[in-house]
């Protein structure tokens, strides 16, 4: 996999090329400062201007936004620092004109990734965005983001070669309900299509085993008919879905190489020229066949316990209790440890 492989599978690089083929988007360039913020573990808070909302504040608060915030016990004082997030009017302008006008509410990503290894952090466990906010919270919370903003070369073959200038881009596409059962990644070498994987592998779906052959012919006479030889590189992935009337939709472009996750193949599979790329009648099609083979998302790594989910939202009462609790026990088993450590002070008296 080369530098400029990696470049080609850019949304803007290819959007333009299938446009009518896959499903309406609005690209905006993102500025440097925007970048900065996702970048910034500092911030966590995100700006509620683009809801319309204002902040209210007691009588006593004071204007200062980035005052320090401190409280002490009996025991220690600990001082935490609370800063506004920035504000980015001109930018936030253009996200809500582009939301609006792809119908209200979209799904985001970036020149490549979107962040699907955080849905887990939305209130409704998903992707879909009405607000700035929401994609600021999705992006910082992505490692798939950050790796498009620091790491885009990085299992590049070419490594002595410099890197691309990169003009970073903020991708909305209008919002579509799609059924992880029509999602599909299609393998392509030599303009030639060599496998087809089910997209969400880890679920057996009915449909799927009934209809393989048809799924199967409708994948390829879709890639000859819009794809083969339109592409500017010979060697790449593509992902479409395949609607309830049978129509196959362009769902996103990407490298053929490791930094792709090759699902229910491997790379050595796809590049080692055997039975796969030798395969000439029709390309190899693999899908979840049984309830049995069912595994686990892959993306159940990037989430936090459900414990912490939990208790967050509030959604378990006694685990919250049970919680506070074992906090009570804890801090009453050190209060104990503390007074036996204390030395014993005797009668005599300090000179």
């Not at 070369?153 to 059962?181: A, M, N």
């Not at 392509?188 to 048809?214: C, P, W």
């Not at 479409?240 to 193949?265: A, H, K, M």
């Not at 066949?289 to 939202?313: A, G, H, M, N, W």
Request: aromatic residues 12%.
């Amino acid at each position: 996999m080369k530098k400029e492989q990696v470049v080609n599978c850019q949304f803007s690089v290819w959007y333009p090329i299938f446009r009518i083929h896959t499903i309406k988007s609005v690209i905006l360039p993102l500025p440097q400062n925007v970048i900065d913020y996702l970048l910034d573990d500092g911030t966590l808070v995100v700006s509620g201007s683009d809801h319309n909302t204002q902040q209210t504040h007691t009588n006593n608060s004071n204007s200062d936004a980035e005052e320090d915030i401190q409280w002490s016990d009996d025991e220690a004082t600990a001082t935490v620092t609370v800063s506004l997030a920035p504000e980015f009017p001109e930018f936030t302008s253009k996200v809500l004109e582009a939301i609006n006008a792809l119908g209200g509410h979209v799904f985001p990503k970036l020149n490549w990734s979107a962040p699907r290894d955080a849905n887990w952090i939305a209130l409704n466990s998903s992707l879909q965005c009405h607000s700035l906010s929401d994609i600021f919270l999705l992006f910082k919370s992505s490692d798939f983001i950050t790796h498009d903003l620091t790491q885009p070369f990085l299992q590049c073959t070419d490594q002595d070669s410099p890197d691309p200038v990169i003009t970073y881009e903020l991708v909305l596409r209008k919002w579509s309900e799609l059924i992880p059962g029509g999602e599909f990644r299609c393998f392509v070498k030599e303009n030639k299509l060599i496998a087809i994987s089910q997209r969400d592998y880890t679920q057996f779906y009915q449909h799927i085993l009934m209809q393989d052959g048809q799924i199967c012919q409708a994948i390829q006479d879709f890639f000859s008919q819009h794809i083969q030889y339109n592409f500017l590189d010979e060697d790449f992935v593509f992902d479409i879905y395949r609607d309830s009337q049978g129509r196959v939709w362009l769902i996103d472009l990407n490298p053929f190489g490791e930094v792709t996750d090759s699902l229910l193949f491997s790379w050595e599979e796809l590049t080692s020229g055997g039975e796969i790329t030798q395969h000439q009648e029709s390309p190899a099609f693999r899908y979840t066949k049984s309830e049995v083979t069912v595994q686990p998302s892959p993306c159940l790594s990037y989430r936090i316990p459900r414990d912490f989910v939990d208790l967050s939202t509030g959604e378990d009462a006694y685990k919250l209790i049970d919680f506070l609790k074992l906090r009570k026990s804890q801090q009453e088993e050190s209060d104990e440890e503390d007074e036996d450590d204390m030395p014993q002070r005797h009668g005599s008296s300090e000179t």
